[in-house]
């Protein structure tokens, strides 16, 4: 399977994505913002940092770079499309997903484990996934997920809700809510469900001796879903 | 502007001082270089108060590849790997502007170790905040911690460890130490000593502005009413600009065209030129006109002085400069080839096709001023006896909770959350434990690092304070498993013109010199922040000593948490019932006098060293040294962080109950042990002399003391972890 990271300016868990893609399996490829081309690919990802500096809006100055014009036309003609972190907000940037993503409720970054439920398994990312709820990790800023009334109609009809913030149970709640996102939301997809923005790293999870495991879990089921 | 006495004066020089700069250059200088002077005679860059104590501090050992002297210390860590470390202060700016001034200190120190050609790996910082219930505090910390985030998490670098105190001595002037680690292979290190004649001196990163103009003159003085008014000097950060610089440079160093390397941070172009040049024993030909300007107008003085951010000077090879460029444009940062060396040995600056400066690099650096200020020796106090009515109705427990949920106790889960701590993916030991530890990417090696201080115990015998810091540094590092290699210090200081703060500066030196030479474990970098006081009150002594060492295999990594019900716990290091000094004679017994518990450094050593062979055999669960708070507070924070319980019981020793468990007698560990090793564990410590107590047994989820005192380990974690949350919500 070949995968491609794509490198902004600021971008700093490119490297971190790119170990734990190669750990599972993938040939990955660096790609930098500025090039035109993508290499061919069965999974793009948008990693997590500080895209531009966060400066202007978080993600807005990294929708516009020049690779994104290929990376939007390799997600709308199904390619799978992954943003962690500063690459969901991208995402939301470019409009591939719906939805923005505001300053967290308390106004402070925050870097913990978190729980998340998985709500839909009929997508390539959550397929076979054996378990209910992972732990997962996030290290962010803004990732207080809001859209209008229609968009959430819309999303939850389309069932576009990929995981949600919960405790260890799986139970939704706003006290397991660490940003104040709309419905405890922490990923969601495009309605085609080949693109998933999510703020948790799963790449910070790939090891016993790191924060845990639940992100080797995600990778090799996600590896296995793409043969 | 006619330079005169008085214009020296308002640059913070002295009348002499000034005096000796005319007779140095035989003239009277102009503006440009008397602004050049005041920023490289200043305390804060020349070090004239504290040069000739700092000699005297070992900096020599087997792994240390570089000492002071250099942007950053380095030392071996085996397999062609070195780490490149050092601490700095960014106290004054810190509070005057808390959010720019913690994120511009963690720029810069980061800066210090990328110059090296380093890349960072983990940050840690040392912050020190006046008496909670002072009206400044809090916004203080929110604001400092902010601004460490800000900057840190921006970089993508994790920050693994830190500490936090309060104390109302620093009350006017708070502490803000940032502390880096970078990698680096031992044959790719960068120095700042520039070579060769007709070489190009290279401008990159961000543009010149006129930010922190005078800035590393501010930090030599003390404060007065008026340090609104020296907001403009703060620095400004940006760290999108310096995670860019940091690739660029690293990219242009995997090559082999620079010569040298210097970050501009204090006294910006002024510093970073003339100690390339005084290094390689050069001089050094700018064109003022060529550096990158933000703004219009500047004048050579404001160039020389600014102390703007993310900017670096570099020395290259003949004929790199446009594959140099390639670099700098494709990361979008300003590249200008700014001057070239000399052989004049001279600073020579032009501006407008006039010469505006021509200093002899000798007469700013070897010619700096240097004195052997007064100073007074600290008496050691006197012992205080506890008196029995004291402590007869005093409850264990309640003590206990007390000391837990005590401001310079408590959990700093709220500090370090804000931190990103685990981002790069190798961050093996996150904040709280006694050290942080990254695994040297893609090996099995990894590296622990802790930053301490002990003002109270410097305060109250520097000579005492200052050995106790480097051991404490020693103790946290061996708790995680690893092998002390080295240290650096940022001594904060009151003013090195009273004769007591002096005397805690010479006396703290004296005492961190002895330790670690003692210990092994060298000093290869740091800072001096003295005038850390407002009008004439100082803070109290305040050196912090961050410590790095090393785990050859990470899997043998330690952690304090209890890990299994039925082990047995031990306290290695005897317990004297040292009560004086500390936080229960303070919280609980209101007594503020009395000497520090004293220093053994051969039992330091000792106890060290054998419990890292029994971390070696695996015959150790978890660890955790003894400071603060004594016996029961450690054991009480790795009951809470392993959600377990204990039955202790107290040794029968002549001291009571009370001296037993909440006394701060050094050298010290808390171990949990499994049964079937008990024996051997017993057998090591006697055959190395080490005194042992058997401490107790970890139970489910109580704290039980000598079968009749109890609580939760639930109680207790609330005790411990909602001051501060609590606190900086109201």
């Known amino acids: ?227 | 502007m006619i330079v005169n006495e008085q214009v020296a004066i308002d640059h913070g020089l002295k009348k002499d001082e000034y005096a000796k700069i005319c007779e140095l250059l035989k003239r009277t200088p102009n503006i440009t270089e008397l602004g050049i002077f005041s920023a490289m005679w200043n305390e804060h860059c020349s070090y004239k108060s504290s040069r000739l104590h700092l000699k005297k501090l070992p900096t020599k050992g087997k792994k240390v590849i570089q000492g002071p002297g250099e942007n950053a210390g380095v030392i071996d860590i085996e397999d062609n790997d070195a780490i490149v470390f050092k601490i700095e202060s960014h106290n004054h700016p810190s509070f005057i502007e808390p959010y720019q001034g913690a994120a511009t200190g963690v720029g810069g120190i980061m800066r210090d170790v990328f110059t090296m050609g380093a890349r960072p790996i983990a940050n840690l910082n040392s912050i020190h905040f006046g008496s909670p219930q002072h009206k400044k505090t809090k916004n203080l910390l929110r604001g400092v911690v902010h601004g460490i985030g800000g900057y840190g998490n921006c970089m993508g670098v994790p920050t693994i460890a830190g500490q936090t105190s309060f104390d109302s001595s620093y009350n006017g002037n708070i502490l803000v130490n940032a502390m880096t680690l970078g990698l680096v292979k031992k044959n790719k290190i960068f120095y700042s000593k520039a070579a060769g004649l007709d070489k190009p001196v290279i401008y990159v990163g961000s543009k010149t502005g006129r930010d922190g103009i005078h800035g590393a003159s501010m930090a030599s003085t003390s404060f007065d009413e008026k340090i609104e008014e020296k907001k403009p000097t703060v620095q400004v950060g940006d760290p999108f600009t310096e995670k860019l610089l940091l690739e660029a440079c690293l990219e242009l160093m995997a090559g082999d065209s620079i010569i040298a390397i210097q970050d501009m941070g204090a006294a910006g172009l002024t510093s970073s030129s003339i100690e390339m040049a005084s290094k390689g024993n050069l001089g050094i030909e700018i064109n003022l006109n060529k550096v990158p300007c933000r703004e219009s107008k500047m004048t050579p003085y404001e160039i020389m002085l600014s102390e703007s951010q993310e900017r670096m000077l570099i020395v290259l090879e003949n004929g790199k400069e446009e594959q140099a460029k390639k670099i700098f444009d494709k990361w979008n940062l300003d590249f200008a080839v700014i001057g070239k060396t000399t052989k004049t040995k001279k600073i020579e600056l032009y501006f407008n096709e006039e010469k505006v400066a021509d200093i002899p690099v000798n007469t700013l650096v070897e010619n700096s001023p240097m004195y052997d200020r007064k100073w007074k020796k600290t008496k050691l106090p006197k012992k205080n006896k506890i008196k029995k009515e004291d402590i007869k109705h005093l409850k264990i427990i309640d003590a206990l909770k007390k000391i837990l949920a005590n401001p310079n106790v408590c959990s700093k889960e709220w500090i370090w959350q804000q931190y990103d701590h685990t981002v790069m993916g190798d961050t093996i030991q996150k904040p709280g434990g006694d050290a942080g530890v990254v695994r040297v990417h893609g090996t099995d090696k990894a590296v622990a690092a802790s930053v301490d201080s002990s003002a109270v115990y410097c305060w109250a015998h520097p000579l005492t304070g200052g050995k106790q810091v480097v051991c404490e540094s020693f103790r946290n590092l061996i708790s995680v498993g690893a092998k002390p290699i080295a240290i650096t210090n940022c001594l904060n200081f009151g003013s090195p013109e009273n004769e007591e703060n002096m005397g805690e500066f010479v006396e703290c030196v004296q005492g961190i010199g002895e330790a670690s030479d003692y210990l092994k474990f060298p000093v290869v970098s740091g800072n001096v922040s003295f005038y850390n006081q407002t009008k004439d009150q100082g803070i109290k002594p305040t050196p912090a000593i961050g410590g790095v060492g090393l785990i050859k295999d990470y899997k043998n990594m330690i952690t304090m948490d209890f890990k299994e019900v039925d082990n047995l716990v031990l306290v290695i290091g005897k317990t004297e019932g040292h009560i004086d000094q500390s936080l229960f004679a303070r919280t609980i017994l209101d007594e503020k006098n009395g000497p520090p518990p004293e220093v053994n450094l051969f039992n330091e050593k000792n106890n060290g060293e054998t419990l890292l062979k029994l971390i070696d055999n695996n015959l150790i669960r978890s660890a955790h040294d003894v400071s603060l708070g004594g016996i029961i507070t450690a054991v009480a924070k790795m009951c809470i962080k392993g959600k377990k319980g204990i039955n202790i019981k107290k040794p029968k020793y002549l001291i009571n109950e009370i001296e037993y468990l909440f006394a701060e007698d050094q050298g010290r560990y808390i171990l949990e042990v499994g049964k079937k090793d008990f024996k051997k564990v017993a057998d090591i410590l006697n055959k190395n002399a080490v005194h042992f107590d058997e401490l107790g047994i970890i139970t489910e989820n109580e704290l039980y003391i000598n079968d009749k005192t109890k609580v939760t380990i639930d109680e207790l974690s609330v005790s411990n972890k909602s001051w501060l949350i609590n606190y900086m919500s109201k």
Request: proline share 3%; aromatic share 10%.
């Open chain 1, 1 to 227: 399977m070949k995968s491609s990271v794509i490198t902004f300016p600021g971008s700093n868990c490119d490297r971190d994505m790119d170990v734990a893609l190669k750990k599972f399996g993938f040939k990955n490829k660096m790609v930098w913002h500025a090039d035109a081309e993508l290499p061919k690919s069965d999974l793009v990802v948008l990693p997590g940092g500080f895209s531009y500096g966060d400066y202007l809006r978080c993600g807005s100055m990294a929708s516009k770079s020049k690779i994104m014009q290929s990376v939007i036309n390799f997600a709308n003609s199904g390619g799978m499309v992954m943003g962690i972190c500063n690459g969901f907000q991208i995402l939301v940037e470019t409009g591939l997903v719906p939805g923005v993503l505001l300053r967290n409720k308390y106004l402070e970054f925050i870097c913990k484990n978190v729980f998340v439920k998985i709500n839909d398994k009929k997508n390539k990312y959550f397929k076979n996934v054996n378990n209910e709820v992972l732990e997962f990790h996030i290290a962010h800023n803004e990732g207080n997920y809001f859209c209008t009334q229609d968009q959430l109609k819309e999303i939850e009809d389309n069932n576009q809700i990929a995981i949600n913030y919960c405790d260890e149970n799986g139970k939704i709640e706003d006290q397991f809510n660490p940003n104040g996102s709309i419905k405890n939301i922490a990923g969601i997809f495009n309605k085609e469900k080949n693109v998933l923005g999510m703020m948790p790293h799963p790449e910070r999870m790939i090891d016993t001796s790191l924060s845990g495991e639940d992100g080797s879990l995600f990778f090799k089921n996600l590896i296995n879903n793409l043969k």
